[in-house]
């Protein structure tokens, strides 16, 4: 595997002004040359204009959060990073590497969530190139590896959890975002290491139930939160009818028979759990009547 090694360019101003230097040295040459009708003279200063000129062809330019990889004849070199004018051998190509940080959003993939529910999803990736040797030697095309791996990646992910839980328990895409979103960022980072690429945030920026069954699972789903919120009250009126006859009990406000409690505990119970505002009723005899 082919890493980043750093290339120690040299500053290209002083050797700007060096080779203009010399152009005017040889103008001047050219110029005496004429004037003493010595061709000599004249070659030799146009031969070192043109060495001149191909040696300015060895300047570049490196941009902040920019990089060149050098190759001579298709070796490594190495890789320029230090901001400014460079000169390095013109013979060098020099490819340009951005590595500022760059984010893209996904297609609305069609998947199959891990109970087989049709899902669309999609993701937003945040990264940036760490290696450019990696991103430039090790895949063909660093920007369309990254996008078409991080789709595999939210694929892959999709089919690992369900849509929606009501145990909180179980990881679900719609309830734990936080926990998927850093799943997903590893997953990504997992396979795009061989790429030079840093993944520096991950997350889904659009879930829903695929058209073709929205309203069934709506349905289904509500239903669902219907059952868990009716379970959840249950428990609820069980606990504080247990605290009331406990404390009843406790305090001697009233004794109460197995059939008494029965009453009190099923009228509780209505109380409690019912969906609409209950009637009371009151009693003016006893307890009994």
């Not at 984010?103 to 049709?118: A, I, M, Q, T, Y």
């Not at 590893?186 to 396979?191: D, L, P, V």
């Not at 889904?204 to 239903?223: D, G, K």
Request: charged letters at 20%.
């Amino acid at each position: 595997m082919i890493t980043e090694r750093q290339y120690a360019a040299l500053p290209g101003l002083p050797m700007l002004l060096g080779l203009l230097a010399i152009l005017g040295v040889g103008g001047y040459g050219i110029w005496i040359g004429a004037e003493a009708d010595s061709v000599w003279i004249i070659l030799a200063s146009v031969l070192v204009m043109a060495v001149t000129g191909f040696l300015l062809a060895g300047l570049f330019i490196v941009n902040p959060n920019e990089a060149k990889v050098l190759q001579f004849f298709g070796d490594y070199v190495g890789t320029a990073k230090a901001p400014g004018l460079r000169w390095a051998n013109p013979f060098y190509t020099k490819k340009r590497i951005s590595q500022r940080v760059r984010n893209f959003e996904s297609g609305r993939l069609k998947v199959n969530d891990n109970e087989g529910n049709p899902i669309e999803i999609a993701a937003v990736v945040v990264w940036r190139v760490i290696d450019t040797a990696e991103a430039v030697f090790q895949v063909d095309d660093y920007n369309n590896y990254v996008k078409v791996q991080s789709e595999s990646a939210l694929r892959n992910l999709a089919s690992s959890y369900t849509y929606d839980t009501h145990d909180d328990t179980q990881m679900s895409l719609r309830g734990h975002t936080l926990a998927v979103a850093e799943h997903l960022q590893k997953e990504i980072q997992a396979r795009l290491n061989q790429a030079g690429v840093e993944v520096m945030e991950a997350r889904i920026s659009h879930l829903a139930y695929a058209p073709e069954i929205a309203q069934a699972m709506l349905q289904r789903q509500q239903a669902g939160a219907i059952i868990a919120a009716r379970q959840r009250i249950v428990e609820g009126a069980v606990g504080m009818v247990e605290m009331a006859l406990d404390m009843l009990s406790k305090r001697c406000i009233v004794a109460l028979d197995d059939e008494r409690k029965a009453a009190m505990v099923s009228n509780l119970l209505v109380v409690l759990c019912g969906d609409k505002s209950t009637q009371p009723i009151i009693n003016t005899g006893t307890i009994y009547q």
